[in-house]
């Protein structure tokens, strides 16, 4: 049985030493690896991951502080495990830097700015609802922050703004009709 051969290239196709399928092997630029973390003292701020442990460097995607353990340097960029294994998973050979930045999309915020933002410019409610609409149905299962635990509410206040002033002049209307029919 053959075994499986250290990659000499970024790329490269070897073969299942179980299966006999070929399997491509990409190797990503970790320069460096720190393995000496140091002991956080009390009043240090500390790893998110190993709360033991000093902050080094703050992730550059998702804002956590990580220890020397964590610190995953991609080029001039620092990067927890998490965010390296999230944008591990869909990368491939043409993925860039562009694409680690661009994937957190918080949509429930966008759905509330929309909700609400259509008071600034009134002939945008048109398109408002139902982009507040689509968003909440297409994307209500998105992930969302890394750091801050976020439910759906988020899409109901923008309905909430979709809907105050459309209920408020009904309310006034209703009320001026009850007040001339008595």
């Not at 070929?22 to 003292?41: E, H, M």
């Not at 390296?84 to 869909?90: L, V």
């Not at 918080?106 to 398109?127: C, K, N, R």
Request: hydrophobic content about 45%; glycine content about 4%; overall charge positive.
């Amino acid at each position: 049985m053959n075994d499986i051969t250290p990659a000499a290239a970024d790329t490269q196709w070897q073969t299942c030493p179980y299966c006999e399928k070929r399997l491509q092997i990409r190797l990503w630029p970790v320069v460096r690896q720190n393995t000496s973390a140091a002991t956080a003292l009390s009043d240090q701020a500390t790893c998110f991951f190993h709360p033991d442990k000093a902050f080094q460097a703050c992730c550059q995607r998702c804002g956590r502080f990580v220890c020397a353990l964590c610190d995953l340097q991609l080029g001039a960029e620092h990067v927890c495990p998490t965010c390296f294994e999230r944008g591990r998973g869909d990368s491939g050979a043409e993925a860039g830097k562009a694409e680690w930045r661009s994937r957190d999309v918080l949509y429930d915020s966008i759905a509330v700015t929309v909700g609400w933002a259509w008071i600034l410019f009134w002939p945008t409610f048109v398109a408002a609802v139902p982009a507040v609409i689509i968003l909440h149905v297409k994307y209500r299962k998105a992930p969302r922050s890394y750091l801050i635990a976020r439910s759906g509410w988020r899409f109901w206040v923008a309905y909430v703004g979709l809907a105050w002033l459309p209920l408020l002049l009904a309310t006034s209307f209703f009320a001026r009709w009850m007040a001339v029919r008595h």
